[in-house]
Every structure is written in C-alpha cells, then in structure tokens.
C-alpha cells in the first residue's frame, strides 16, 4: 500500500496544481472581461461556469498527465538524475504553453470576440504583421498576465512538493518493482483515457460538455482554454468540416438551392446611364453597419458615408461572409461564399477555378489595379489576386518613402492620395481597386487623441470618424478629375465589427455591413434610392455586372440584388459554425454544441424553413468547394 501510496500521491497533486491554475486562469479571464459579461447574469450562473467545466478540465490534465505519469514511472525504476530533470522540464514547459496560451486568449479577445482558434496559426504565418497590429499596452498585459499565472503555478508546484519528494525504488528485485512499475503506467493511463474521452459513454466528450449558458462568453468561460486551442490546433491540420455536413441528400440540396438561386437575371432594374463606366472599388476595412447612421439610427460614425449615401444606391441589408479580410476580399471579387475555418484563399488549386470581377472587366478592355495599405501577403490575399490577373498590385512596398505610417498600415489618407494619383495615370476604362486599414487594431492613425466617442469600442469608432474624414476628401478631390463624370465608386466592407451593444461574432448583426454605388453614371431617378433586398457582400458580383451588361452565370452563388424576384437570405460562417439570415429572423448552427445555438424566429414554420435552407447551402457550398480542384 505505501508504494501504491508514493505512486499515487504525486499524481493526485499534479490534477490538483491543474485545477488551481484553472481556476485562477477562468478568474482572470472574468476580470478582464468583465465589462463585457452581461449584468443580467447573475453571480451564481457565473458561479456555474465552475462546474460544467470539470469534466473538460479533467481531459485536458489527464492529456497533460500522460507524459509525467509514463517519466515518472521509469524513473521510479531505474532513478536515473537525467529523467528526473526531463520530467521537470516537461512539467514546466506544459504550465508556460498552457499559461501562454490563456494570456493570448484574454487579449485577443478584447479584439476577435472569441477564443483562440485554428485563425491563430493564419496570423502567426506572417509574425510581422502580429508584431505590427499589437498595442504596446496589450503586449505588457500580455506579459503581466503571463507572470501572474506562472508565479501563481510554481508557487502551487512548490507547495505541493511534486518534484522534491518522488518516490525511491524501495524493492532490491528490479524485476518485480518492473512490473509494478508497468502495471502502474498501464492502469493510470487507463484511468487518463478514460478521463480525456470523458468516460466510457460511446461518443467522446467534446467542447460542448462545458456549454451551459445562452450567452456565448459564459460558454467561451467554462470551456478549458488549452482543450480549445489544441482542437483548433488539430483541425488547422485537419478539418473536421466535412463531419459536420447535415444529412441531406443531393437532390433535396439541390433542389432547394434551385429555389434559392432562381431569379430573373434579364431584368430592367438598370440604374447606370452609361455602358463602359470607369470603376473605383473601395474595400473598408472593418467598417461595421452597427456604427453608420444611414444603416444604423442609435449612432454614427459616418457623417460624409451617410451623406454621401443619400446620391447612390444603398444596399441596406447586406452581411459579410466571415470575419476576417482575406476571407471577404474573395467573397467580394469572386462572388463566393465562405466556409467555416476554410479561407479559400489559401487553396490555390481551388480559387483559380473561381472567376473574378476583374476577370471579367479585363476581357472587356478595362485595366485592373489594386492598392492596400498594408502587406498583401496576410491570409495570401496577394496570391490570391495575383492568381486571377490583377493586371497591377500594389501594397505598402510601393509607397512614397518618408510617409508617416502606423503600425499596421499607412494612413487612408496617404492611400487615397496615391490612389489618386495613379488613376490620373491610367487610361480608361479602369477598374482601381482599393482595401483601407486605418479602421484596423491598433488604430494609430493621424489625430488619433481626437475623442469623438468613449467608452465602449470607442477606440474603434474613433477610427471610423477619421476614415469617414479621409474618403469624404477623396470623393472631394475625384470631384475635378477629367474621369469623375465617367466613374463609378462601388464601396463595401470586408466584414463586421464589435460596437457598442453587438460585441460578439455570434451575433447576426455583428455581420452586418455597408455596401453603396454612387457617382455620376447613376441616372439621376435612382440616386438615393435604398435596397432592401437581403443578401451578403458574395452578392457584389452579380449586382455589379448585370448593370454593366455583363453575364454572371458563372458567379453560382452571387444573387443580383436589384433583380425583382431575387430570393431574401444571407448564409455567413463564423467560429465553428455558420449562420442564416432571412426577413423572418435568423439562425446559428454551432459544430461543437451539434445543434442550433441561436434561433429568433417566432414562428416555427419559418425556422424549419430556414433550416433546411441553410443546410442546403452550407451542404452545397461545401461540395462545391471540394470539387473545385476538380474543374
């Protein structure tokens, strides 16, 4: 019994120092969030975020576990000074990687909304760009967190004697403490597969064991911060979309999307009173609907958007297909809609299949030109664009040098005036494509102390005034340019953001964005004309080139939204997951909890409707996506 004892102790104290070091990692992350947990959550459905998370806290020890119960056991037969050292360092190296890995997700989600996934290992492909877009102010909390935690595990490590009292080989027969060595790693091993599967039920525990709440914080509260960030690691090299398709067979997808993708695609709803228009396409960089007074009543970043919106053709009830930027620069170019965890950017065999606007526009005579702030290599947007004949690209390589810049990006400013001035040197027809960044973190732009707003996302809205401020004066300057009475201004953002109210990406609204096409071609009874038409910013395609009389058959899932018979939906995917959006309401499928997390449609008609279309879409689209390589 007393080598039973010895055996057992130290491993006991390992899930203990774990648990602690949970526990203080969930209460620091309720801390820095606090302001962000909803004050109708009352302390003891804060409290219950300790318990629905013990049995996913107890697959991640038992995970952790296995490396020191297999050393600890060798070296509890042979003593050997060297796997005592490993079995330190193994021990320590997990508490800093765990640690770490908790500090990154506190800080990111001030930013992202969400916790750490596979969209982590995209970012830390090009660490410049993480270098670049960081606030000094995040890095050193970053850090003090991080130590925070490390002193708080040593000094538990310490407490707990886990290293300074391993158990001596008490037998003079090596053969029998052999075998009771191997019968110990065998049977506690045993027990952590068992625990890390979440006992002996047929389906293993999974994410959703530690789902508990209607507010998605609470749930990114409970579920282990290290079990998260090693599945998202696991389905970075592998993807589990394809586990996650409904049961739906191919006829009745495809028969649905029939439905959904049957419209009148020779109408009349022509607003251009020109046929070859020069275009000017404008990608805002997280410009969110939330924060812009002609999409948004309660508040308004965008003064000159919104005055200039009441010239153009507003598109109010259009959604980005994701949250990040490379993913809606090739949903806006390619009309193509987005898949959970699958940037079609990154699958060169797959996207150069897609056609493009700017393919389109080439064949007739029109050059192509694209222009970003920042560096185009992030999420592969410049091989991307590369791989569909941008005629030129331009990023911040090719800027003036001397120009002030911020971290991330130079200022909208300087883009707009280099956007300027290499327009006048090019000849018409001319698409000129350009993707800002001073809305992006760490929004360092010009007069940056100019406080406009406080408070919630202030920082953020403070950006959108000065980028509001940057492409009024560029509309300005375009004013006395021999091209403006020949041009079009086709402007859009790349996907949402947080705003005061709508913080989280699993939110429908925080997809929400501003699309608009004003100038002068636009014949004069359809300036200030608002779309209703619901649709998402994949719809681009198709609604840009019926006005210019161009074909869009091959833009399979882009609607034209001026078409009068055009089907009301939006299909975004967000974080494991995607969602749907008709006029009744909306919905939300979650990968990981394998049900519908969000449901706001009163009657239930309208949600098994909307359902079964979005399981079509999100069926179909994958599909498609598998067969591009094979076009």
Aim: hydrophobic residues 40%; aromatic residues 14%; charged residues 20%.
């Amino acid at each position: 019994m007393k080598i039973v004892y010895s055996f057992a102790k130290p491993i006991i104290n390992f899930f203990f120092l774990w648990f602690i070091l949970f526990t203080i990692q969930r209460l620091i992350f309720f801390i820095s969030h606090y302001n962000e947990i909803p004050l109708s959550i009352g302390f003891f459905s804060r409290g219950l975020v300790f318990i629905y998370s013990i049995r996913l806290d107890l697959a991640t020890i038992a995970f952790l576990a296995a490396p020191y119960i297999i050393l600890k056991s060798i070296y509890n037969s042979f003593e050997k000074k060297w796997l005592q050292w490993t079995l330190k360092i193994i021990v320590c190296f997990e508490i800093v990687l765990v640690s770490a890995i908790h500090c990154g997700e506190v800080i990111a989600y001030y930013e992202w909304g969400h916790k750490l996934t596979s969209r982590v290992f995209m970012h830390l492909s090009s660490p410049d760009e993480v270098a670049r877009t960081a606030e000094a102010s995040s890095i050193l909390f970053f850090f003090l967190l991080l130590a925070i935690e490390l002193l708080t595990a040593f000094f538990v490590l310490n407490k707990l004697k886990l290293f300074s009292n391993l158990p001596q080989a008490h037998l003079k027969n090596g053969l029998i403490q052999t075998l009771r060595s191997s019968s110990a790693i065998i049977l506690s091993l045993s027990i952590c597969v068992l625990l890390a599967r979440g006992g002996v039920q047929q389906i293993p525990i999974n994410i959703d064991s530690a789902y508990f709440s209607e507010h998605q914080i609470m749930n990114d509260i409970s579920v282990n911060s290290a079990y998260f960030f090693g599945n998202s690691f696991v389905l970075y090299n592998k993807s589990d979309v394809a586990d996650h398709l409904p049961k739906i067979s191919d006829k009745d997808a495809k028969a649905t999307m029939n439905i959904l993708y049957s419209y009148d695609r020779n109408h009349r709803n022509n607003f251009l009173a020109v046929p070859k228009p020069n275009i000017i396409l404008i990608v805002l960089e997280g410009w969110s609907a939330n924060a812009m007074g002609c999409l948004n009543s309660s508040v308004s970043a965008t003064p000159n958007f919104d005055n200039l919106a009441r010239s153009g053709v507003l598109f109010t009830n259009v959604y980005a297909t994701n949250t990040t930027s490379e993913i809606g620069n090739t949903s806006i170019f390619a009309g193509y809609p987005s898949l959970p965890e699958t940037p079609i950017s990154l699958y060169p065999e797959k996207h150069r299949n897609l056609p493009t606007i700017n393919e389109k526009l080439k064949k007739q005579g029109y050059s192509t030109n694209y222009l970003f702030s920042g560096d185009l290599k992030y999420g592969n947007i410049k091989g991307f664009l590369m791989g569909h004949g941008f005629d030129k690209l331009k990023d911040e390589n090719d800027f003036p040098s001397g120009l002030a810049r911020g971290k991330l990006n130079y200022y909208d400013k300087d883009l707009y005036a280099l956007l300027l001035n290499d327009i006048n040197a090019t000849k018409a027809p001319f698409l000129h494509c350009v993707f800002t960044g001073s809305t992006h973190s760490p929004y360092d732009y010009p007069l940056a102390k100019t406080q406009a707003f406080k408070g919630e996302e202030s920082k953020y809205l403070n950006s959108m005034v000065y980028a509001d401020k940057c492409l009024a004066e560029f509309m300005q300057n375009c004013k006395g340019q021999k091209w403006f009475k020949n041009t079009i201004f086709v402007i859009i953002s790349d996907h949402g953001h947080a705003t005061p109210g709508i913080n989280s990406p699993f939110e429908t609204a925080f997809f929400k964005i501003p699309f608009l096409i004003v100038g002068e071609p636009i014949a004069k009874e359809y300036r200030g004309t608002k779309i209703e038409t619901l649709g998402s910013q994949a719809d681009l395609a198709a609604t840009l080139l019926h006005q210019l009389g161009l074909p869009s058959e091959d833009f399979v899932f882009s609607k034209d939204l001026l078409s009068p018979n055009v089907k009301d939906f939006a299909f975004y995917s967000t974080i494991r997951g995607y969602g749907f959006v008709t006029p009744k309401g909306s919905l939300r499928y979650n990968f990981d909890a394998r049900k519908i997390a969000l449901n706001n449609m009163k009657v239930k008609t309208d949600f098994t409707e909307a359902k079964n279309q979005s399981e079509a879409c999100f069926y179909s689209f994958f599909k498609h996506f598998q067969e591009l390589d094979n076009h």
